[in-house]
T-cell receptor, first 110, second 114 residues
């Protein structure tokens, strides 16, 4: 059964730093891996979707990588800003269902 | 603007009452989903629908019911049989059925049982 883990559960860094968020999955047979952002009390916004045949995707200051053999995906945020503060969730599309991590709450300190 | 609209944003319910959460999309998406979010946990799938007049149970369907009479609408009823209904409920859609493509979410509905 697919399990998705995000560690750490919370992260606080000063503004301007580059940072990496981690997402691990137990079954490498995934169709895609998606990253989302959630602001407090709001719905989720899709950030990046990596197909299983891809190694990475980029959007602006965000870069997501996928290594199926090691069961890992990372979300790299360059030059962090206070507006990046949110909870970041990853989800693995496995067997026609999305399996979700619990998220990493990111705080960027001005 | 295209998107997903959930209502109400906040809802209070007395024990023993059924409540219905609305989800409407104008993205012309085939697939729609209902998730439940609790603090410190990943999203859990309640029900999903890949086509009009058809829907399937997710991981935690007990105490919930849905309908899909129109492509645009996928309402969720939280029944009195749901033992712990206080949660944040999220509706989502994707363009196609089968493997999940990019998901689009509504703003969520927070249900509190008094």
């Amino acid at each position: 059964k697919q399990e998705v883990t995000q560690i750490p559960a919370a992260l606080s860094v000063p503004e301007g730093e580059n940072l990496v968020l981690n997402c691990s999955f137990t079954d490498s047979a995934i169709y895609n891996l998606q990253w989302f952002r959630q602001d407090p009390g709001k719905g989720l916004t899709s950030l990046l979707l990596i197909q299983s045949s891809q190694r990475e995707q980029t959007s602006g200051r965000l870069n997501a990588s996928l290594d199926k053999s090691s069961g890992r995906s990372t979300l790299y945020i360059a030059a962090s800003q206070p507006g990046d503060s949110a909870t970041y969730l990853c989800a693995a599309d496995s067997n026609y269902q999305l399996i979700w991590g619990a998220g990493t709450k990111l705080i960027i300190k001005p | 603007d295209g998107g997903i609209t959930q209502s109400p944003k906040y809802l209070f319910r007395k024990e023993g009452q059924n409540v219905t959460l609305s989800c409407e999309q104008n993205l012309n998406h085939d697939a729609m989903y209902w998730y439940r979010q609790d603090p410190g946990q990943g999203l859990r799938l309640i029900y999903y629908s890949q086509i009009v007049n058809d829907f399937q149970k997710g991981d935690i369907a007990e105490g919930y019911s849905v309908s899909r009479e129109k492509k645009e609408s996928f309402p969720l009823t939280v029944t009195s049989a749901q033992k712990n209904p206080t949660a944040f409920y999220l509706c989502a859609s994707s363009l196609t059925s089968g493997n999940t493509g990019e998901l689009f979410f509504g703003e969520g509905s927070r249900l509190t049982v008094l």
